[in-house]
């Protein structure tokens, strides 16, 4: 018998009590734990005795700002590991964006489908289980230290946003491959299309910038996307 601690966790943070009884009737489908919450507050209380493999939080909370609450969660090393979905009605590009540059994991607007949650939350599960199986990654003078969200070049650190840092940590896992920017996108920010590519070369162009005279490269791989090299 498959012992229940062995089964991930699954934190849900939303003030409408229709969504959280969706949640508890959706998430297990996937296999999963779930327990709910109306309030970010509600949820940190519960987080002081038993933590979450992941946390799905809205952002519109009633009294509350869903991206203070997130700020919270990532500047604590305690939760700063717990990968975390944003879901939430508003769907603007901006928006994702963000919620992506303040930790999130990933975006997920409502409404959206059983399934398409249940995959979401699978995929985000997985790339944080990648990162923890492969603490560190190099290549030339590029060092990532996935247990301990720290980047160096040539031995200095690099002050990097969370994005930044995994698509340098993926960069360099994949380093010499030649990754499409579709590729790129579906993995490290789960989007299905080529529409919002500039999310991803305003990202490339700063982490170019910190990377400064380091010996490793992110090229641009014409009509293709990009490689570290």
């Known amino acids: ?24 009737a959706a998430v297990p489908v996937g296999g999963y734990r779930v327990k709910t919450f109306r309030s970010g507050n509600e949820m940190k209380a519960q987080l002081e005795q038993e933590l979450p493999d992941l946390i799905l939080l809205d ?3 009633q009294g509350e700002d869903g991206l203070e609450d997130l700020q919270a969660l990532k500047s604590d090393r305690r939760y700063a590991q717990i990968p ?31 399934m398409e949650l249940i995959a979401r939350i699978k995929a985000n599960l997985r790339k944080n289980a990648f990162y923890h199986a492969t603490p560190i990654v190099e290549y030339a003078d590029v060092r990532v230290d996935a247990d301990k969200r720290a980047a160096f070049v040539g031995g200095k650190p690099l002050n990097l946003t969370k994005k930044e ?12 491959k030649a990754k499409s920017k ?4 579906k993995d490290l920010w789960q ?39």
């Open 191 to 229: 989007m299905e299309d080529g529409i919002e590519t500039r999310t991803l070369d305003m990202h490339v162009s700063n982490l170019r910038k910190k990377m400064g005279n380091s010996e490793a490269k992110i090229v641009t791989i014409r009509g293709v996307g990009y490689s570290l090299r």
């Open 182 to 185: 579709d590729e790129i996108l």
């Open 59 to 61: 952002l519109m909370l």
């Open 84 to 114: 975390v979905i944003i879901v939430s009605a508003k769907g603007e590009e901006m928006d994702k964006v963000n919620g992506l540059n303040k930790g999130a994991g990933d975006y997920l607007a409502k409404p959206f489908g059983v």
């Open 165 to 176: 840092f995994e698509l340098l940590a993926y960069l360099t896992t994949n380093a010499t």
């Open 1 to 24: 018998m498959e012992n229940m601690n062995d089964i991930p966790l699954i934190y849900a943070v939303d003030d409408e009590e229709s969504i959280r009884s969706l949640y508890e």
